[in-house]
């Protein structure tokens, strides 16, 4: 008797699971050591049964990535979407950056701070399609967050050249104080206490990074 085909919900459960085991394995041993065999050994399946799912482990890698920055990009539009001051928008923008890099540590490494392939290392290979879909995934991020901040005036009087060294500063500070966080380091500076840096501190970061995007 044949086997039942899956649904279209069992499918997409499937689906997520390859990829929330995809993204342990990948965050504790690289991407360099991650294999299909190892992935399917994790989820108790076959090879195989991956394989109907993804094509190779780049195009599944390329989906965690993908999936990591829709995620960012749903958390900054969910933190925005009802303030309605602009300088107050960049506020919640900032801090919900900050919270997704902290919360998720395991996507924040693989999207922004491991050495790992990028979408210009796929060009002309069979995974190219995968990463012109990641790249978009993580240029509708730099877009967002891009416009919210011309929308919010800090850079007004500031000369036009100075418009993107101003922005990636600010990427550079944000991203910084997330990698931080996420480190450790604040257990040797404050003690191993996981509220070490809480709220506060966070907000009184994400109040100073705008400030200094200012020019203050």
Do not use: W
Not at 21 to 41: P, W
Not at 54 to 70: H, I, S, T
Request: aromatic share 10%; charged share 25%; with cysteine.
């Amino acid at each position: 008797m044949p086997r039942k085909a899956r649904s279209p919900e069992e499918v997409l459960k499937v689906r997520q699971n390859i990829l929330d085991k995809a993204l342990e394995l990948i965050s504790e041993d690289g991407y360099d050591n991650f294999s299909m065999r190892k992935l399917a050994n994790r989820l108790d399946m076959t090879a195989t049964t991956i394989y109907q799912y993804f094509a190779n482990k780049d195009e599944l890698y390329l989906a965690v990535l993908q999936e990591g920055f829709e995620l960012l990009y749903e958390e900054l539009k969910n933190a925005t979407q009802s303030v309605q001051d602009p300088l107050g928008k960049l506020t919640a923008l900032t801090r919900a950056f900050v919270d997704f890099g902290i919360e998720n540590p395991n996507f924040y490494n693989i999207m922004l701070v491991n050495d790992v392939p990028k979408y210009y290392d796929y060009v002309g290979s069979s995974s190219e399609g995968a990463a012109a879909r990641e790249m978009e995934a993580a240029l509708k991020v730099r877009n967002y967050i891009s416009t919210k901040i011309l929308e919010s005036g800090v850079l007004e009087g500031r000369p036009l050249e100075d418009t993107m060294p101003v922005i990636i500063h600010f990427f550079c500070t944000v991203h910084g104080f997330v990698t931080f966080r996420n480190s450790q380091i604040t257990d040797y500076l404050f003690g191993p206490d996981p509220e070490a840096i809480d709220d506060a501190v966070i907000d009184q970061f994400v109040a100073g990074a705008i400030d200094q995007m200012r020019g203050r």
